[in-house]
């Protein structure tokens, strides 16, 4: 790819000195094949600030509601003022949720990210605070119940950058505030891991939960496989993303989290944990396959103005160093830095104040969803789950690779794919 042709490109990834580009965190020279995954990290950091810096800076300011736009699609069937700041916001926490756990260092990188952190912190008791501007929604409609469930999930993936930190005051009201979706029901689908999550979290906490919602998204989950990694979504089959936008990796992280906090009523076992982790594994099989030798991907399904979310199975098992064998975490690094260059190096995607617009690669409104408007689009955090690995992990050092179609479509030799049992 063209910025492997000259290191000095760097510079475009996040306008920052050079040495960023060639050095590695220790400040020592980095060797050619690090250096080219520096530039994919610089790239990937670029595009997520890019991303999430209108929703973490206006809500630390107060000022998200003010400024952020109400876009939704021609037949939208929400209030959107109750629900589409919860959107973006927990959505947005999601995503960067590995990146701000990493401990500060003094590269430019770490400083921009301690930065990020620290507004998000203050963000985050604002949106809790019920005489702040930017004060949550979690008590009208139904939707919060997923929003609270991305929320929770942050807060799981980054306990001490972001729960940890929050005053005893802000951590009582978000503890009321998910418990007050108890008298809410949610769709009959991927919702039900929604409120097992949340109720999860709180169990984490040592808080009350309902037993019951987690009971339910696991039983049905387990009823709802239908083999090869693809859960349904509901009683009927889905051909989309949903199975990486929310149902594997939140089900491997209920479960986990289960294990972890063991005494109670839940009857999970490590035996349920492999399986939902295999299962996500044999998923992110997948996902590495579909991106297109020039870095694009299939944008079938609902749900698609989610763009990158896509790949949070993908990300996921990077994150947690549990790729299969045959799939080098070069090979995913560089293929989803192309998608991410295809995405977010152009301003396609984001208006004039830098928000997201609706549609999959430009603004096409007309194929957003009855429940999507401007804060659901920030979903797309979601495949930037690797930048929770440090720059020295072998995801960001390898030498870069071909991922399986490039390989596939230049001839060169590639695994054959086939189902697996479980």
Known sequence: MKKYIFLGCALLAL????????????GTIAKPAQAAGLLDRALWVKALYKIAYPVVHNLAQGTLKKNMPLEQGANYNLVVTDVTYLEAVGRTAAG????????????????????????????????????????????????????AAYLAHAFLRAPKALWEPLDSITKQRYIQDFKSLRNRNGAYNNWLVFAGL????????????????????????????????????????????????????????????????????????????????????RHSEFLERIIAPDGTYPAFGRSVTYRTAAFQ??????????????????????????????MFEGNQNFDANGWLVLGFNGHQPMIADVYTSTGSLYMAT?????????????????????????????????????????
């Open 96 to 147: 960067i949720a590995p990146w701000l756990e990493l401990p500060d260092d003094n590269t430019e990188e770490g400083l921009l990210r301690a930065k990020m952190r620290k507004e998000f912190q203050q963000g985050l008791k604002n949106a809790a605070d019920p005489a702040n501007p930017d004060y949550l929604n979690f008590q009208k409609q139904a939707q919060p119940i997923v929003d």
């Open 15 to 26: 306008n920052l000195p050079g040495a960023f580009a060639q050095k590695n965190k220790k």
């Open 382 to 422: 979601l495949g930037f789950l690797p930048l929770g690995l440090p720059a020295d992990n072998p995801f960001w050092t390898g030498a870069p690779a071909d991922w399986t179609s490039k390989k596939a479509w230049s001839g060169q030799p590639v695994k054959k794919d086939y189902k697996v049992e479980y």
């Open 198 to 281: 949340t109720e999860g979290f709180l169990r984490y906490i040592g808080e009350d939960y309902d037993p019951a919602r987690v009971d339910f998204a696991l039983n049905k989950m387990k009823e709802w496989y239908a083999g090869d990694s693809w859960y349904k979504d509901g009683d009927l089959f889905s051909m989309d993303y949903y199975n990486s936008y929310v149902i594997h990796p939140m089900l491997t992280d209920l479960v986990r989290i289960l294990l972890e906090k063991r005494p109670g009523k839940m009857h999970v076992t490590e035996a349920d944990y492999d399986l939902v982790l295999r299962r996500m594994v």
């Open 313 to 342: 199975v993908l990300g996921q098992v990077a994150l947690m160093q549990k790729l299969p064998s045959y799939i080098l975490p070069a090979q995913v690094r560089c293929g989803l830095t192309a998608v991410i260059e295809n």
